[in-house]
């Protein structure tokens, strides 16, 4: 084993905010010339990846790069309420990166009256919601949202549907597009709204059973849930609950009857009882090490064990093994896999292996980032090669996708496919699954067809509404303001998404890109037309390295370069040889806002928001706010005098109604959200990040584990 880093990890934290700068996934899907760039799963690849508070306390952020990726396809969407066919048609640019592909839908929505009057009030709700169904409007039993675990007893078949925060359960094992018999955590198939009761779940990642019990990781209310015998109803309560300090967003739960196995991401421990619970009780062994990082997937036969971490020795994804059962604390793990795909390999793309089950002969299957994986037996050490690889189809999967295996049937829950697909039989050879359930067939992910946007940056004009996304590499364009949730975009183009977005007047820029080196330049708003320009790489004397955001106003053009500690200042838009006219010092700048008076920066590491008056850049800015008062926050906006800031880890938008408030350090007029942990609702947020205000309605993009977009009208 070579030598590791090794971290003190700190236990009382405040769980899952985040940090989301830009990285390919290592759940994405990536080209050869990304791969050479900048191999996945290393500090390098990933120092910028997606990182939540778990992660950003304990100094694991190099490890993680969590986005969610998605491949847009034309499908009829299917929900509930209603069935709406869209259809599309796509043209094709060549330019210097991956082809731009438009596509052209088949839309029809509400448009809005821009007849707004008011502002905006403390804890009011937002009125419409896109990049989803409708607030509280899971869509039907077969629309998942990021569904994650997956589990059988054999008769059963069980799916934690997460974003959803529901559980569903199959009375009779499907073996196609079935719809299932009972919901938990919801009273029909059409709600998904979040709580607290042993009836309700926020955000349940994991399931399993062991033919009696149902256990499930109900995350975001940090504690196990358990039923004693199976749910016969709707809403069915669970007959109690476990919770501890050592419990604390927890990720992977096994059960055998006898032993029950807990990973708790938060608290960076194993938990085990030898003796099934039969209320409220502590566990009996609790396993931790300076190696293990944030464990996730929980992996058994009742003999071995097998754990995935996304944060191990601090800097890597990868599994532990332990070949016994551990039947003490702190009992050291047997051997480390830093890739399944590369086994007895010393490799820099590491993937921890994200859902396993064994079959009834003892063969173990296990689905990680390279595809899916057999051995014939429980692997004995670091170089026990899988037995056979599957890639014959790509596993569009992600770190929340599992496996469950019943009657020689293989289900394989692929959380960012947004399906489930499955072998009738066990697999002996490399090929396709047989079939699908949550989708039309096994290649569609209904993520995409249904115009779900990951990561989504909002910018409107107050006529058209553009969103950018740096993990869909899109942008959606709305030809007119929406006023009805789920309407589906005018266009989207296809490799083109970047990790921030400028509007002004009729031009429009995108930085970032799949290389993080990228600017698109639209010099008339993108309505179908390919970019007059795209600079890569450098413009005049200035070599970029991670482009995290970017403002244009009547006078300048802002460019955030993250790794460079730096603001590039333009005068107007530049050709490939102009150099800036000025380059403001910035630690760790992220996305930038200009309303040609002030430009503000966000500095989400530094849990601040830095203001420079446009007409003197090179003096000291104002900070607003910084470690107390905000947390990671994400994006900021200034317009028509206004201050928006996404506290995304506190899950509040602050509002000032006059920037210069917020320069003379006044409190914010305003507070959008709740506080604390986030939440799916009309006037609760999840993960809020990057506002944007046209004069009449406030935009605002939700991130990483969440990806709505929503609308906030102003009140009398």
């Not at 196990?224 to 419990?247: H, R, Y």
Request: with cysteine.
């Amino acid at each position: 084993m070579k030598l590791k880093q090794k971290i003190i990890l700190i236990i009382s934290i405040f769980l899952m905010t985040l940090v989301l700068t830009q990285c390919n996934s290592d759940e994405s899907e990536t080209t050869e010339e990304s791969e050479s760039d900048a191999q996945e799963g290393t500090p390098e690849a990933c120092g910028n990846g997606i990182c939540d508070s778990v992660e950003k306390e304990k100094g694991l952020c190099s490890a993680d790069c969590n986005g969610e990726q998605t491949t847009q396809t034309s499908q009829t969407k299917q929900t509930s309420q209603t069935t709406q066919t869209t259809t599309s048609s796509q043209q094709s640019m060549q330019t210097g990166n991956e082809d731009i592909t438009v596509e052209t839908v088949d839309t029809s929505y509400a448009v809005a009256d821009r007849e707004t009057s008011g502002f905006f009030t403390s804890g009011q709700e937002a009125d419409i919601l896109l990049s989803g169904v409708d607030f509280n409007d899971a869509g039907g039993s077969l629309l998942f949202n990021h569904q994650t675990g997956i589990a059988t007893d054999g008769t059963h078949l069980v799916l934690a549907d997460r974003n959803n925060n529901r559980i569903l359960i199959w009375n009779e094992l499907p073996q196609g597009n079935e719809e299932a018999d009972i919901v938990l955590g919801q009273e029909n198939f059409e709600t998904n709204s979040p709580g607290e009761g042993l009836n309700e779940f926020n955000w349940p990642i994991a399931v399993f059973t062991d033919g009696t019990h149902l256990v499930v990781a109900d995350t975001y209310n940090d504690r196990i849930l358990v039923w004693n015998s199976w749910p016969t109803e709707n809403g069915e309560a669970a007959d109690f609950a476990i919770k501890s300090s050592n419990i604390r967003w927890p990720w992977g739960v096994w059960t055998d009857g006898e032993k029950l196995i807990i990973s708790s991401t938060g608290t960076s421990k194993i938990l085990i009882w030898n003796d099934f619970p039969s209320e409220n009780t502590e566990e009996d062994i609790v396993l931790t090490s300076d190696d293990i990082g944030t464990p996730r997937n929980v992996m058994s036969d009742g003999t071995n064990l097998a754990v995935g971490d996304h944060n191990a020795f601090s800097t890597e994804h990868g599994t532990f093994f332990w070949s016994e059962f551990p039947t003490k604390d702190d009992q050291p793990y047997d051997f480390y896999v830093e890739n399944p795909k590369f086994m007895g390999e010393d490799t820099d793309m590491g993937a921890e292996i994200y859902g396993g089950a064994f079959t009834d002969d003892g063969a173990f299957i296990a689905i990680a980032h390279t595809g899916l994986f057999l051995w014939e037996g429980f692997p004995k050490d670091e170089e026990d090669t899988a037995d056979i690889t599957f890639d014959a189809f790509e596993y569009d999967g992600g770190d929340a996708s599992s496996i469950a295996i019943a009657d020689d049937i293989v289900y394989v829950s692929l959380s960012n496919g947004n399906r489930i697909v499955g072998f009738d039989g066990i697999p002996s050879e490399d090929r396709e699954p047989d079939f699908v359930i949550g989708a039309p067939d096994i290649y569609t992910n209904t993520y995409a067809s249904n115009y779900f946007i990951t990561n989504p940056v909002p910018a409107s004009d107050g006529e058209h509404l553009f969103v950018s996304s740096d993990y869909d590499k899109t942008l959606s364009v709305w030809k007119q303001l929406p006023d009805e949730s789920n309407a589906h975009p005018d266009y989207v183009y296809h490799n083109v998404g970047g990790w921030d977005n400028a509007l002004y007047e009729n031009n429009f820029i995108i930085v970032g890109g799949n290389r993080k080196d990228t600017v698109y330049i639209w010099n008339d708003l993108p309505l179908g037309q390919e970019p007059d320009t795209i600079l890569q790489g450098e413009i005049g004397n200035v070599e970029f390295k991670e482009l995290t955001g970017v403002a244009l106003d009547e006078k300048y053009l802002y460019i955030a370069d993250k790794q460079a500690n730096k603001v590039y200042v333009w005068e107007g838009i530049p050709g490939e040889k102009d150099d800036p006219v000025y380059t403001l010092e910035s630690s760790e700048p992220t996305r930038l806002s200009s309303d040609g008076t002030y430009l503000a920066v966000t500095k989400t590491n530094k849990h601040a928001v830095d203001i420079y008056d446009v007409h003197d850049l090179e003096s000291t800015p104002t900070t607003i706010g910084g470690r107390g008062t905000f947390n990671l926050p994400q994006g900021s906006e200034i317009a028509d005098g206004h201050l928006f800031i996404g506290d995304t880890g506190n899950s509040y938008v602050y509002i000032w109604k006059d920037v210069e408030d917020a320069l003379a350090g006044e409190s914010a007029d305003v507070k959008l959200g709740q506080g604390g942990d986030p939440q799916i609702g009309k006037d609760t947020l999840f993960w809020p990040a990057t506002p944007s205000y046209d004069g009449s309605y406030l935009w605002l993009g939700e991130v990483k584990f969440s990806g709505r977009l929503l609308r906030f009208s102003p009140t009398e």
